[in-house]
């Protein structure tokens, strides 16, 4: 996240341009204590057993259903199994569903969009209707169908996520592709008689797609957190793989006795998720020069 | 959505009032404004019906990519074995179900079937799937509705005492917003369980259909809810604020809170009253998973056990079910609006 925050503030550039590690003084401790976990996350999916000596899979009836503790920080489950090693090494599968579904849903949202935005009113016009009928099925409702249909796999959850999220995004950026157009440096740029595919290219495309940067960052959190609730139905990744929403599937039955199997993996993913709002929105403010407050 | 449609309504009218008044002798004037304003939701009705053909369309069409025969999956499904059976066996059931005929025909039988309210044969239990969601929707539609009335009352609470107060009020406000906003339902759910069933014993681990064990579950749907309705009307409510009649309000010597209610309320619930449409989507996604938390009876049970089954047209009736309930939410909605601001009507 580091090369993201690290443009200096243009406010310093003029007083203290030399002086090292000025943005990370400048960092608000939110966005830090974010920054740090996402990169924790990262760090989990890139080597987990880097960050935990446990085996995920290896079974201790000895230690069943234990309360987190000192030797087992986040609990055992019922095999005896490390929670916080199963948490650790299921980041990368379910960040990798995140990321998916997410990438997905821009994808279907841009070519909706920019068709929308820059089409003549029929196409808008089919479009936006297009998008009406995609709101009425809401993202859980499209994932029990398409698992009904296709069976229950990490893909059919990024389908149902990817495409049950997308019209939101779609709409949004068709807002913002009808801003830029009628924005007085495209009417410049057409003035001066630049040809339309040119316009497009250099300023329409590139102003419009901003934002998608911050949506991107807050909608791969919003697509975990989507996914898990497919996957804590029972309707996910099937077991033993320790992708998060599987986990809290798998803990279901023994909630009354051991509330950190449902509790610990879902307060993983709500930092989670609450992180990359935080990042998302600190990206926000930079890149429309806001002051950060 | 009633409570959406009328606790603005029963605010009275004077927060509108700045606007002049039309002039005497406008009747013709205001005749041409009923009109547009019928051609407005004649317009709305059509869309909608788009919205119903298409949603229909787009069911049918995912039920046909089923992989294998479906014939055979509706047969291993009753004998809960994984056999094959000959054609002869497979005849009399896909006679049964209509896979027999073309595709087109079965196209249309389907949509034929929807406009009487019929939503086809469930697989697994043999019913017509309309008999098995009647059955099930009365304690969804208790949680759902109990859900929206208790998101907005929290919303509307947490906006009239906290924004534009001291400064650690206002941001401790719009701080739980944000956060509440962000909460999954199964974690929420899960958290409320364990403390408040479980730890505390106060509630029921299963509370059944009964007032006392609704509490749990529609405060789970409710919490994010009002959080995301709260972040949108504290915007447009800081916006109103600022408004030259709210200063004249307070300038006739009227207290700051009942300026708040029934000035600046009004006007701020609008985006939230639109997004109430969207939020039953929502709602029902989430009544899914509290119903799963809770072991709730009801739709969302149903659906999760018929979609593990495999039960196609179970699952699309459900589906169906709630982009009709969508958007018949959303012309209510459009209604609503126009009540609540009868500028719209013009």
Do not use: C
Not at chain 1, 273 to 286: K, V
Not at chain 2, 128 to 137: A, K
């Amino acid at each position: 996240m580091s090369s993201l925050a690290s443009p200096p503030n243009p406010t310093a550039l003029g007083r203290q341009p030399s002086q090292p590690l000025l943005w990370l003084r400048r960092l608000r401790p939110g966005v830090a204590l974010a920054g740090a976990l996402v990169a924790f996350l990262l760090l989990a999916t890139l080597v987990p057993a880097l960050l935990t000596g446990k085996d995920p899979y290896a079974v201790d009836l000895s230690a069943t259903l234990q309360a987190p503790s000192l030797e087992h920080i986040m609990g055992t489950d019922q095999s005896g199994r490390d929670l916080y090693a199963r948490v650790i090494y299921g980041a990368r599968e379910s960040l990798l569903i995140g990321l998916g579904a997410t990438a997905l849903s821009m994808a279907l949202a841009i070519a909706l969009g920019v068709a929308a935005g820059l089409g003549n009113r029929w196409v808008d016009g089919i479009v936006s209707r297009g998008l009406e009928v995609m709101f009425a099925f809401p993202v859980l409702l499209l994932a029990l169908l398409f698992v009904a249909v296709f069976g229950p796999s990490a893909a059919t959850e990024i389908l149902a996520v990817g495409i049950g999220t997308a019209p939101g995004y779609a709409r949004m950026v068709r807002g913002q592709v009808l801003a830029v157009r009628d924005s007085g440096y495209v009417e410049a740029a057409r003035a001066l008689g630049h040809p339309y595919g040119s316009i497009v290219r250099r300023h329409i495309f590139p102003n419009a797609m901003r934002p998608l940067v911050v949506m991107f960052t807050l909608g791969v959190g919003q697509s975990i957190v989507w996914a898990s609730g497919i996957a804590f139905l029972g309707l996910g990744v099937p077991p033993p793989a320790p992708e998060w929403g599987a986990l809290l599937n798998a803990g279901r039955p023994y909630v009354t006795q051991a509330w950190w199997l449902e509790v610990m993996p879902g307060l993983v993913i709500v930092l989670f998720s609450l992180s990359l709002t935080t990042l998302g929105r600190h990206i926000q403010q930079r890149l429309e020069g806001g002051i950060s407050r | 959505m009633s409570s959406v449609a009328q606790t603005p309504a029963a605010l009275g009218a004077p927060g509108l009032r700045q606007e002049p008044l039309p002039p005497a002798g406008a009747s013709a004037d205001a005749r041409a404004r009923r009109w547009r304003f019928a051609k407005r939701i004649g317009g709305r009705l059509l869309g909608a019906l788009f919205v119903l053909w298409a949603a229909a369309t787009f069911t049918f069409f995912v039920q046909t990519l089923l992989p294998g025969n479906r014939a055979q999956l509706i047969l291993n499904q009753q004998s809960s074995q994984q056999q094959t059976y000959t054609a002869a066996e497979l005849a009399p059931v896909e006679a049964k179900y209509g896979f027999d005929e073309p595709i087109m025909q079965q196209y249309l039988d389907y949509l034929g079937g929807l406009v009487h309210g019929d939503l086809g044969t469930s697989y697994q239990q043999h019913l017509p799937v309309l008999d098995i969601i009647s059955e099930q929707v009365g304690p969804t539609l208790v949680l759902t509705v109990t859900a929206l009335v208790l998101a907005w009352a929290m919303a509307l609470a947490t906006i009239l005492f906290t924004s534009r107060r001291r400064r650690l009020v206002s941001s401790a406000g719009s701080g739980w917003e944000i956060f509440s906003a962000g909460l999954p339902y199964y974690w929420l759910g899960v958290i409320l369980l364990v403390v408040f069933a479980i730890e505390l014993q106060i509630f029921p681990v299963q509370g059944g259909t009964g007032v006392v064990g609704l509490v749990l579950p529609a405060l789970t749907l409710a919490i994010p809810l009002a959080g995301f309705l709260g972040q949108v009307t504290r915007d447009e409510f800081e916006k109103v604020l600022d408004e030259p009649f709210v200063t004249s309000a307070r300038a006739r010597g009227m207290g700051d809170f009942q300026v708040r209610l029934r000035h600046v309320l009004r006007h701020a619930v609008l985006p939230a009253v639109t997004l109430s449409g969207w939020a039953l989507g929502a709602l029902i996604s989430g009544a899914v998973i509290v119903e799963t938390v809770f072991a709730r009876p009801g739709i969302g049970n149903m659906i999760v056990t018929a979609a593990t089954a495999r039960d196609v047209p179970l699952v699309s009736g459900v589906v169906m079910l709630v982009a009709f309930v969508y958007v018949v939410a959303n012309i209510l909605v459009d209604l609503a609006y126009a009540v609540i601001d009868p500028r719209l009507r013009a």
